[in-house]
């Protein structure tokens, strides 16, 4: 058992590696990406501060990518809570939907939705490019909905309804903050998919340029650090967002430790207000 | 009434994942004439990519390069999950992370990633000749599927992992335990009962990645070199240069069926095995 963990260490290694390699030598003082390292310079950082065609993509994979993030979301969300209570074909049918969306190929979907587009007189561009990845991304984020869902107390939500509160309001007071982390993951999950994705923005973008299409047709010329520099400032910008989702998550998690650690207490007197209450204090 | 929830995303995914499909199915049908679509019922398409050897050649390296990530993803990415499922708590969410981490990193910056790691000149190059173990740098990493293959199970690997990982933390260690207590060497206990219990897992991390590296396009493209045609690309270029919507539609809708068809038979010929061996082994 201890040697199936001395396995991980590798695994981690190599899982880094690539990763590791880009950010190493946006740091390397030489035009040419060879071992050994020639020494440390910030010069392809302050490069990038000049160079408009980076900013520019930055600033329009974050246009693209936070409306994908809420979008995504947010229908994770409500086709999440719908599942709870669907008839068992309707469920399934969502659910097989779902899995061929995440099956199909990317490249193949985005073609298809390039075509249909086509001939429905629309053009490519922003919001095409949006909803295609909020479509695209929709399996991830109802699944990671669809999980804390499954582990949602459905008790808590009861007492709230026999106490008097309306449906509305067991979903604004219970449900939704009970929920919260989950949609929140889910959020940068959407998001740091977006930024990540050249396949359909390759079909869909039309005039829009993200990031992403930036760095491609300047890489299929040439390997330059300054390109480095940029991946390492996205992937920086990747691990704050996604940080920032675990910290809070991790923070609620341990707000929320007493209430599931006393079942039986909770059973026994199961104040919505308290309960409730004290879940929307915290946020 | 809840059903009512799931409208918004039914629509999207109707909109913008069914309809596209169904519409390449029909552009199948249609045909050219001088780089104007025409709404017809032709088979020509259908036919030309099916009697095409270019194309055949291609749906047949899909195929290959499809079963060969899954294959060496389950090789590497079973006794990962195994050790991640035997992980303290604590580690367990670390893993996670860990193990995510490659699929939030852009695919581009990935492939470009590979290009500086793989290069003639590059950091792997210069620990294989400094290290004696090379003459000289070795020319087969970048530009060959060597390459494509490495960067296809690199990306898929987190996929594979995470879904043995999923079915091995279901597995009652108590039944391995059992296994070795009535004399089951580590081996057989793994193979009758630890084996038998995560195959589901095994199976759905095989048909996702299945799927997910035969349909990858960009990979293959930006690493293959020569050998990096692929069926998507051909599809992309029948699409965006040739103006063959037709053609590329019904090539299209051959690799989704193969897709599907191999999904299908793997799912009908493992169907009946995991319960099986659990039948058989446990009475004996």
Known sequence: ?283 | MSALLLVPGLLLVLAMGVAPLLAMALIGFWSVDEMVLVPDLSARAWLEAAGSATILGLLGRALLYGSATVLLCALLGYPIALAMSRLPPLLKGAATVVLLTPLYVGEIARIYAWRILLGVNGPINWVLVESGLLDEPTRVLLYTPVSTLLALVYNNLPFMTLAIWIAAERVDLRLVEAARDLGGRPFAAFRRVTLPLTSPGLLAGALATFALAAGDQLTPALLGGTSGSTAMSMIDSLFGVAFDWPLAAATAWLLLILLLGVALLVLLLTARLPATRIVLGGGR
């Not at chain 1, 979907?109 to 695209?136: C, P």
């Not at chain 1, 509160?165 to 919260?180: D, F, G, K, Y």
């Not at chain 1, 207490?265 to 919505?272: I, K």
């Open chain 1, 1 to 283: 058992m201890r040697s199936g963990r001395r396995l991980l260490l590798p695994a981690v290694a190599v899982l880094y590696l690539p990763i590791a390699v880009l950010v190493l030598f946006s740091f390397n003082d030489a035009e040419v990406m060879a071992l050994p390292l020639s020494g440390f310079t910030l010069r392809w950082y302050a490069a990038l501060r000049a160079n408009e065609a980076f900013l520019a993509g930055l600033l329009t994979s974050f246009r693209i990518a936070v409306p994908v993030g809420l979008l995504a979301a947010g229908l994770g969300l409500l086709t999440a809570l719908g599942l709870r209570g669907a008839a068992s074909g309707l469920r399934a049918l969502v659910l097989l939907l779902l899995l061929a969306i995440f099956l199909v190929p990317k490249s193949v979907l985005a073609i298809g939705q390039a075509m249909l587009l086509q001939l429905a007189g629309l053009s490519r561009g922003y919001w095409a490019l949006v909803l295609a990845q909020a479509t695209a991304f929709l399996p991830f984020t109802t699944l990671l909905v669809g999980a804390a869902v499954l582990r949602l107390d459905r008790r808590l939500e009861e007492a709230a309804r026999d106490l008097g509160a309306s449906p509305l309001v067991t979903l604004r007071m219970v449900t939704l903050p009970l929920l919260a982390p989950a949609i929140l993951a889910a959020f940068s999950a959407g998001m740091i998919l977006s930024l990540a994705d050249a396949t359909l923005a390759r079909q869909l973008a039309g005039p829009v340029q993200p990031l992403s299409l930036v760095v491609a047709s300047a890489f299929q010329r040439e390997l330059r650090p300054d390109l480095n520099a940029m991946q390492t400032v996205l992937l920086a910008v990747t691990f704050l967002v996604l940080g920032l989702g675990l910290a809070r998550r991790h923070r609620r998690r341990r707000a929320a430790r007493p209430a599931p650690v006393e079942p039986d207490h909770a059973a026994r007197r199961p104040g919505p207000r308290r309960s409730a209450g004290s879940i929307a204090g915290r946020c």
